[in-house]
């Protein structure tokens, strides 16, 4: 993050609580304690000396911790003492008791400290949260177990501080790093756009920063490289993969005044096209906004939290209040301030204030991740109420990566001719082929690329491409192969044809496979009596007869396919 945004929090880049006044804020600003520790184990920076100091901190605080636990637990053995004379077992539980207290200060004071700070910064801001209930809790813990231990005298309750110190830092931290995590998965989407473009001016191209360029400007996109901005190509046919958008893996051929969208691949052929959005304004950076948004609005129960978070704090510190009142004058001060101890650190919601957005950001990272948009912060929480689903089903149910399901060749010569033309193509069809035929990249001096259609061999002339290709070519094609390009054509499989001497040679046909998932996630869905349905438009879409999956789906006749 360049610059600090004092109305975000400077790690996650969320919006931090409102504070109850408009006054100034000095520095940085942190969403939660999570934030603020991981933000020192973890800066911007990769700091590494900064990185070490805080996990040695930690790791001591743990150190510390678990040895504080083992002398409480022989306090409160009594078989340790069982064969010692009351003396020695007075002297070793004296021992015990002032090496517990010994051993919690720098537990106290690796994360109880900055823990304080938190607080008092937040209380400095208006803000009132369960940072403060924690602070009051470990403190008061921490203060009574050595007042009881310098007058030999009492309870004493080290280990609790600690523990709740400890596991409060690890859970704050990983609630912290799982926002920052969803947030990285978004830049990954920004980073497609390239940072500098080409730039087609009356004297030639010039190269300019990507956020320079203006609705107007001409742009150059070489193949293999990723559309920069929304704009209309001038001229075609190209090949292009909106996969990032549609999630289709079949490219689409853009033909002259076709839109072109930011984020896309240009897959052949030396494009220019005509922006119509400058890059902050184009399709991809308003999808990344929208989900940032959505990421930013929270949901019913986060709201709920917030609101119970608000009022939970003054409720609990004046029951506390109370309550140790209350016994302290019906029985001593020292119960009176256990009571009220107890009550702040029993009351503290870990539930209410780390679980609920935990678990929320778990699901918007690991969806973000898998490039699913979330429209709104509620969405999650509807999702359990869903009783119908309709999937999508090229790049939703199958892979999104197309594989050969048919070669249908008559002579392998041709089949190591037209593996030879797929290798030197970047196409993902002609990708796809290479791969499953196990060709790799070689010289491509002697092949040239046919945007919109495919590659060509310039001393034989043979062709790898489309079938619109072959026709404009005036290709024959003998009945055996009519058979199977009408059977692709049916089944609404994509095709790959190789000819050479005016005859089509060999088909490839392409299909995808069904996600290995599916079957798990069909049936979860199913056990829960949600009603499943397939949105296709694929032409008479039914059993894919390369996946051999029958048992799943039944053709209807029409686009829309009742799962069975």
């Given at each position: 993050?360049?610059?600090?945004?004092?109305?975000?929090?400077?790690?996650?880049g969320?919006?931090?609580?409102?504070?109850?006044w408009?006054g100034?804020?000095?520095?940085?600003?942190?969403?939660?304690?999570?934030c603020?520790?991981?933000a020192?184990?973890?800066?911007?920076?990769?700091?590494?000396?900064?990185?070490?100091?805080m996990?040695?901190?930690?790791?001591?605080a743990?150190f510390?911790?678990?040895?504080?636990?083992?002398?409480?637990?022989?306090?409160?053995?009594?078989?340790?003492?069982?064969?010692?004379?009351?003396?020695?077992?007075?002297?070793?539980?004296?021992?015990?008791?002032?090496?517990s207290?010994?051993?919690s200060?720098?537990?106290?004071?690796?994360?109880?400290?900055?823990?304080?700070e938190?607080?008092?910064?937040?209380?400095?801001?208006?803000i009132?949260?369960?940072?403060?209930?924690?602070?009051?809790?470990?403190?008061?813990?921490?203060?009574?177990?050595?007042?009881?231990?310098?007058?030999?005298?009492?309870?004493?309750?080290?280990?609790?501080g600690?523990?709740v110190?400890?596991?409060v830092t690890?859970?704050?931290?990983?609630e912290a790093?799982?926002?920052s995590?969803?947030?990285?998965?978004?830049?990954?989407?920004?980073k497609?756009?390239?940072e500098r473009?080409?730039?087609?001016?009356?004297?030639?191209?010039v190269?300019?920063?990507?956020?320079e360029?203006?609705?107007g400007?001409?742009?150059?996109?070489?193949?293999?490289?990723?559309?920069?901005?929304?704009?209309?190509?001038?001229?075609?046919?190209?090949?292009?993969?909106?996969?990032?958008?549609?999630?289709?893996?079949?490219?689409?051929?853009?033909?002259?005044?076709?839109?072109?969208?930011a984020?896309?691949?240009?897959?052949?052929?030396?494009?220019?096209?005509?922006?119509?959005?400058?890059?902050?304004?184009?399709?991809?950076?308003?999808?990344?906004?929208?989900?940032?948004?959505?990421?930013?609005?929270?949901?019913?129960?986060?709201?709920?939290?917030?609101?119970?978070?608000?009022?939970?704090?003054?409720?609990?510190?004046?029951v506390?209040?109370?309550a140790?009142?209350?016994?302290?004058?019906?029985?001593?001060?020292?119960?009176?301030?256990?009571?009220?101890?107890?009550?702040v650190?029993?009351?503290?919601?870990c539930?209410?204030?780390i679980?609920?957005?935990?678990?929320?950001?778990?699901?918007?990272?690991h969806?973000?991740?898998?490039?699913?948009?979330?429209?709104?912060?509620?969405?999650?929480?509807?999702?359990?109420?869903?009783?119908?689903?309709?999937?999508d089903?090229?790049?939703?149910?199958?892979?999104?990566?197309?594989?050969?399901?048919?070669?249908?060749?008559?002579?392998?010569r041709?089949l190591?001719?037209?593996?030879?033309?797929?290798a030197?193509?970047?196409?993902?069809?002609?990708?796809?082929?290479?791969r499953?035929?196990?060709?790799?990249?070689?010289?491509?001096?002697?092949?040239?690329?046919?945007?919109?259609r495919g590659v060509?061999?310039?001393d034989?002339?043979?062709?790898?491409g489309?079938e619109?290709?072959?026709a404009?070519?005036?290709?024959?094609?003998?009945?055996?192969?009519?058979?199977?390009?009408?059977?692709?054509r049916?089944?609404?499989n994509?095709?790959?044809?190789?000819?050479?001497?005016?005859?089509?040679?060999?088909?490839?046909?392409?299909?995808?496979?069904?996600?290995?998932?599916?079957?798990?996630?069909?049936?979860q869905?199913?056990?829960?009596?949600?009603?499943l349905?397939?949105?296709?438009?694929?032409?008479?879409?039914?059993?894919?007869?390369?996946?051999?999956?029958?048992?799943?789906y039944?053709?209807?006749?029409?686009?829309?396919?009742?799962a069975?």
């Amino acid at each position: 993050m360049s610059s600090v945004d004092l109305h975000a929090c400077a790690y996650c880049g969320l919006p931090a609580p409102r504070s109850w006044w408009d006054g100034p804020a000095a520095g940085p600003s942190y969403c939660c304690y999570g934030c603020r520790f991981a933000a020192n184990v973890v800066d911007a920076d990769g700091a590494r000396p900064e990185s070490r100091r805080m996990f040695t901190r930690l790791g001591l605080a743990i150190f510390c911790t678990m040895n504080v636990m083992a002398f409480t637990m022989a306090l409160w053995s009594s078989d340790v003492y069982e064969d010692e004379s009351t003396t020695t077992a007075q002297l070793l539980s004296g021992i015990f008791r002032y090496l517990s207290m010994l051993f919690s200060f720098p537990v106290y004071y690796a994360l109880g400290l900055p823990l304080l700070e938190n607080a008092w910064d937040s209380l400095k801001r208006g803000i009132a949260n369960i940072d403060i209930l924690l602070v009051i809790g470990v403190g008061a813990s921490y203060a009574v177990s050595a007042f009881s231990v310098l007058r030999d005298d009492g309870p004493i309750y080290f280990e609790v501080g600690c523990t709740v110190l400890v596991l409060v830092t690890l859970g704050r931290w990983l609630e912290a790093t799982c926002r920052s995590r969803a947030s990285h998965a978004l830049d990954a989407l920004e980073k497609l756009q390239p940072e500098r473009v080409r730039v087609v001016v009356a004297e030639g191209e010039v190269e300019r920063s990507l956020r320079e360029v203006v609705a107007g400007d001409r742009l150059r996109v070489l193949a293999g490289e990723r559309i920069a901005c929304d704009g209309r190509l001038e001229h075609g046919p190209v090949h292009i993969d909106e996969q990032l958008l549609t999630g289709e893996s079949a490219v689409r051929c853009k033909e002259r005044g076709d839109p072109l969208f930011a984020g896309t691949l240009n897959v052949d052929g030396n494009l220019v096209m005509t922006v119509t959005a400058a890059a902050a304004d184009g399709t991809l950076a308003r999808l990344v906004r929208m989900v940032r948004q959505a990421r930013a609005t929270r949901g019913r129960f986060e709201q709920l939290a917030d609101r119970v978070s608000r009022w939970f704090l003054p409720a609990v510190i004046v029951v506390s209040l109370g309550a140790g009142v209350y016994h302290g004058v019906a029985r001593d001060a020292m119960t009176g301030v256990l009571v009220g101890m107890s009550v702040v650190l029993i009351a503290c919601p870990c539930a209410l204030g780390i679980a609920t957005p935990l678990a929320m950001w778990v699901a918007l990272n690991h969806a973000a991740r898998q490039r699913i948009l979330i429209q709104g912060g509620d969405v999650l929480e509807r999702l359990a109420r869903v009783d119908q689903v309709c999937f999508d089903k090229t790049g939703t149910l199958t892979t999104g990566t197309p594989g050969v399901g048919q070669a249908a060749f008559a002579d392998a010569r041709h089949l190591a001719e037209a593996a030879t033309l797929a290798a030197a193509s970047r196409h993902v069809y002609a990708v796809a082929i290479a791969r499953q035929l196990g060709m790799h990249a070689e010289s491509t001096a002697q092949i040239a690329t046919v945007a919109g259609r495919g590659v060509r061999a310039d001393d034989s002339g043979a062709m790898l491409g489309s079938e619109t290709w072959m026709a404009e070519a005036g290709v024959t094609i003998p009945s055996e192969l009519r058979q199977t390009l009408d059977g692709a054509r049916r089944d609404g499989n994509a095709v790959v044809c190789f000819a050479s001497q005016g005859c089509l040679r060999g088909v490839f046909v392409l299909v995808e496979d069904w996600r290995p998932e599916l079957d798990d996630a069909l049936a979860q869905l199913q056990a829960e009596n949600v009603k499943l349905s397939i949105l296709s438009g694929d032409p008479n879409f039914g059993i894919d007869p390369w996946c051999r999956r029958p048992r799943l789906y039944v053709p209807t006749g029409d686009s829309t396919v009742q799962a069975s």
